[in-house]
C-alpha cells in the first residue's frame, strides 16, 4: 500500500523563487513615497500631511496591493509559470496587476465596469493587461471566476485577500511608513489617519498598525454616495448592498470580505460632488493633481480638523494621496462630464475655500 504522495516539482519551486524575487527587486528599487504638508495656518495648532501614494510606478496606492496579492498568490502556490491573472476591479487594482503580470510573464485579464474610465483603460493595455468590460458593477466577480475557471487562471480576488495579503506588523506597509515619516515631527503620533474604503484593505492596515502598535490614533473611513460601506458600518448588518459608487477605486455595492468595520473609529459619507469639489480644491492649494478618491479623503480631513478646532484640540492628521487626476481627464475633470451628471461642485467648493480661511465646516454639508 503506498503511504508517500510526493507532489514536489523543482521546476516550479525554481520559477516561484525567481519571480518572487522580480516582485520584490521591484519594491527594492522603489524609494518610499512622500509625506507631504498641506499648508495651514499656524496658529490653528494642527498639522496635515498627504501621503503621496500617486508616486508608485504604476501611479496609485494600488500599486502596494498588487504587489502583496502577487507574493501572496506566489507564496500559495497559486501562481505558476504560465497561469493567466484574473483579477475584478475598478481600475487602478487592475493597473498595477498588469505592471507585476508583465513582469513575470503571465497574461492578464482585467474585468471591469464598462464606466471605468478611458485612461485607465489605456493604462492597463499599455502594460499588456486586456481589459474585459461588463455592463452590470457587480458582476465582475461572478465573470472573474467564470474566466479563471474557463482558462485555468487564477482569480486574484482583491476583495477578499486585500486584508490578509499584506502584513499589518509592518514589513514597511502602509501604516509602518506613515509612522516613521511622522517620528521627527512635532506632533508624531497623529490624532486621525482618513482613508477610504474600496476593498477595506488599507483601513484593516491601518486599524490593525496602530492597535498592535498601542498608539491612540483613530482610524476614519470616509465613504461616498452609493456605497454600501457606510450603511452596513451605522446599523451593523453587513450582508447590505447599494448601487455602488461614483467615485472610481472606492464604495462598493456591498460590503466586502476585506472590509474589518471592528478596527474603524468613524466614518463619514461624503456627497460625491464633494468629493470632486475637493479634488480640485486640493490642487489648487498644493498644486498637486489629485484623483476623485483623495477628494472624498479630503472632505472627511476637513470636517474633522474643524471639529478638532471647535474643541481645541491640537495635533496632526494623515490622509492619501491615492491616484492622479490625469486618470480622470474626462470624467471629474471635465466640467461638461460633471453637468452631465448633475453634479454641481461650486458650493461646496466655495466651503473649502473658506475652511481654509477659517477652520469652520457647516453641519449641513
Not at 157 to 174: K, L, V
Request: a negative charge; proline letters at 5%; aromatic letters at 10%.
Amino acid at each position: 500500500m503506498n503511504r508517500i504522495v510526493d507532489r514536489c516539482d523543482p521546476a516550479c519551486r525554481a520559477w516561484i523563487a525567481e519571480a518572487i524575487r522580480i516582485v520584490e527587486a521591484d519594491a527594492n528599487r522603489s524609494a518610499d513615497t512622500h509625506l507631504h504638508v498641506f499648508p495651514l495656518p499656524p496658529e490653528w495648532g494642527i498639522d496635515l500631511y498627504l501621503k503621496d501614494e500617486s508616486v508608485h510606478p504604476t501611479g496609485s496606492l494600488k500599486h502596494r496591493l498588487a504587489r502583496s496579492l502577487f507574493l501572496y498568490g506566489l507564496a500559495n502556490g497559486w501562481i505558476r509559470e504560465g497561469t493567466t491573472i484574473i483579477e475584478a476591479s475598478s481600475g487602478s487594482t487592475a493597473v498595477s496587476e498588469a505592471y507585476f503580470a508583465r513582469m513575470l510573464g503571465l497574461p492578464f485579464v482585467a474585468v471591469m465596469p464598462a464606466s471605468t474610465s478611458p485612461e485607465k483603460i489605456e493604462l492597463i493595455e499599455f502594460y499588456g493587461g486586456r481589459p474585459h468590460l461588463v455592463d452590470d458593477p457587480t458582476a465582475i466577480y461572478d465573470e472573474s471566476r467564470r474566466l479563471a475557471a474557463e482558462c485555468g487562471g487564477h482569480f486574484m480576488d482583491q476583495f477578499t485577500y486585500a486584508e490578509r495579503a499584506t502584513d499589518w506588523r509592518g514589513n514597511n506597509n502602509i501604516a509602518e511608513s506613515i509612522f516613521e515619516q511622522l517620528r521627527l515631527e512635532r506632533y508624531p503620533e497623529p490624532a486621525w489617519v482618513v482613508v477610504g474604503a474600496g476593498t477595506g484593505g488599507t483601513s484593516a492596515t491601518l486599524g490593525r498598525y496602530v492597535r498592535y502598535r498601542r498608539f491612540q490614533t483613530r482610524v476614519a473611513v470616509v465613504d461616498p454616495e452609493g456605497s454600501a460601506f457606510f450603511d452596513a458600518f451605522a446599523h451593523e448588518q453587513f450582508d447590505r448592498t447599494a448601487k455602488g459608487s461614483r467615485i472610481e477605486g472606492i464604495g462598493r455595492p456591498r460590503v466586502e470580505p476585506s472590509f474589518l468595520p471592528t478596527v474603524i473609529d468613524r466614518m463619514v459619507r461624503v456627497p460625491d460632488a464633494a468629493s470632486v469639489a475637493a479634488m480640485r480644491w486640493t490642487t489648487e492649494v498644493t498644486g498637486r493633481s489629485v484623483g476623485g478618491s483623495t477628494g472624498t479623503n479630503m472632505w472627511g480631513v476637513a470636517h474633522l480638523i474643524a471639529e478638532m478646532r471647535r474643541t481645541g484640540q491640537r495635533g496632526s492628521v494623515v490622509t492619501l494621496i491615492c491616484d492622479g487626476g490625469e486618470r480622470y481627464a474626462h470624467t471629474y475633470l471635465s466640467d461638461a462630464w460633471l453637468a452631465e451628471q448633475g453634479w454641481e461642485v461650486g458650493p461646496y467648493l466655495e466651503t473649502l475655500r473658506a475652511f481654509h480661511k477659517t477652520g469652520d465646516m457647516p453641519a449641513e454639508f
